[in-house]
């Protein structure tokens, strides 16, 4: 009787994610693009568990972090007009624009709601009547633009007049493409990412081809518990080992190569791809999303005659630079000390998935170290 071989058995994930770096024999560098993967990854001490050669920098992926300053103070322009009803989520309440934040503009009398879905807002517009305007800053990337595309099919269908959307929304993999780009030129290159569950379950994993193709970056979809992570690092280090760039999806579960296509259709018959700018990463071709010519009557930007506005950065505040990773949250001389969570002056200290909060909540001593010194941005990309 032939006996049946028995299965060989694999390395625990750490030890093979050690054995794996070993055969690289360099640094190498990747980057988490999603802020869930980034407070995740400080949560279970992901960092303190990577090989010393290896550093997993957190991206672009903080929705909050990620809005342009100019567009802050649009939202609290807009929040400070007499009658205007301001519907935000609740972490962009306490983001400081130029002058003051959303909580603010609350204490000072304006009427700002804090709300959990984009529906809320439709619902405090129907409730309100229709001389009583109502608008919801939309902000998020593919996650959250099917619920604002949503509220305005919502609106519509109802035929509200006092509704608007002042949408602030942002694509990911413009912005990827971008950090390459931008860190291309300061030597600091990322050789893989970790790409974003959540806003894959909606564009789905083949969004993210181009970047491995195009730009020879190896790319994996991870979920976001401790274990999931640690498999999407090992399966980027065994690209970088192999001279590999491919485009793997370890999050089946939830990831389909084509995303969800109802969700997708809502983006498509309401908002349109457009240069948006962001904060650290400047301006981007097609990186946005406007809401298009039919629905432009629920566009807050033409019904309250909204033109750009272009806003500096608060002073010494280095968000930018620590979005596109160029520099650590410890390497901005206000970490700490005058910018915290009681009291921040920059997005990246405000938002549950901010890097620098991440830093500060976690503790520093597991934080990633880059390998290289930081650099300034241009100016030409700066926020």
Avoid at 167 to 182: E, F, G, I, N, Y
Avoid at 329 to 353: A, H, K, W, Y
Wanted: some cysteine.
């Amino acid at each position: 009787m032939t006996s049946l071989a028995q299965p060989v058995a694999r390395q625990p994930v750490i030890e093979h994610m050690h054995t794996v770096a070993g055969q690289i024999g360099r640094h190498v560098q990747f980057m988490e693009v999603c802020g869930t993967h980034t407070m995740s990854a400080f949560r279970c001490g992901l960092h303190g568990l990577l090989p010393k050669n290896v550093t997993l920098l957190s991206g672009p992926g903080c929705p909050v972090c990620v809005t342009a300053q100019g567009d802050i103070d649009l939202m609290i322009d807009l929040a400070q007009r007499p009658g205007v009803t301001m519907c935000t989520y609740g972490d962009m309440m306490r983001v400081p624009g130029s002058r003051g934040s959303l909580e603010a503009a609350r204490s000072a009398g304006a009427d700002v709601r804090v709300i959990y879905s984009a529906l809320d807002a439709v619902r405090i517009a129907e409730e309100n009547g229709d001389h009583h305007p109502v608008v919801l800053a939309a902000i998020g990337f593919e996650t959250t633009a099917p619920t604002a595309a949503a509220a305005v099919l919502r609106a519509h269908q109802q035929g509200l007049d006092n509704f608007s959307l002042l949408a602030c929304l942002k694509l990911v993999v413009p912005a990827m493409t971008s950090v390459l780009t931008l860190r291309g030129r300061s030597r600091r290159g990322v050789e893989g990412f970790l790409c974003p569950g959540h806003v894959s379950a909606i564009i789905g994993s083949e969004a993210f081809r181009p970047v491995a193709d195009e730009y020879g970056v190896p790319c994996v979809v991870g979920g976001f518990e401790p274990t999931l992570m640690s498999q999407a690092v090992v399966a980027l280090l065994e690209q970088v080992r192999d001279g590999r760039h491919d485009l793997e999806n370890l999050y089946p579960e939830v990831v389909t190569p084509a995303g969800n296509r109802i969700a997708q259709r809502w983006i498509d018959e309401v908002f349109e791809p457009v240069v948006t700018r962001w904060r650290g990463l400047g301006t981007i071709p097609e990186s946005g999303l406007a809401i298009r010519k039919a629905y432009s009557g629920y566009d807050a930007r033409r019904v309250f005659e909204l033109h750009p506005v272009v806003a500096p950065e608060p002073d010494g505040c280095r968000c930018g630079e620590v979005i596109a990773g160029l520099v650590r949250p410890d390497q901005c001389r206000l970490f700490g000390e005058r910018c915290n969570p009681t009291r921040p002056i920059g997005p990246c200290m405000v938002s549950g998935e901010g890097t620098c909060q991440a830093w500060f909540k976690y503790g520093r001593a597991n934080a990633p170290k880059p390998s290289c010194q930081s650099v300034t941005p241009p100016e030409t990309d700066g926020p």
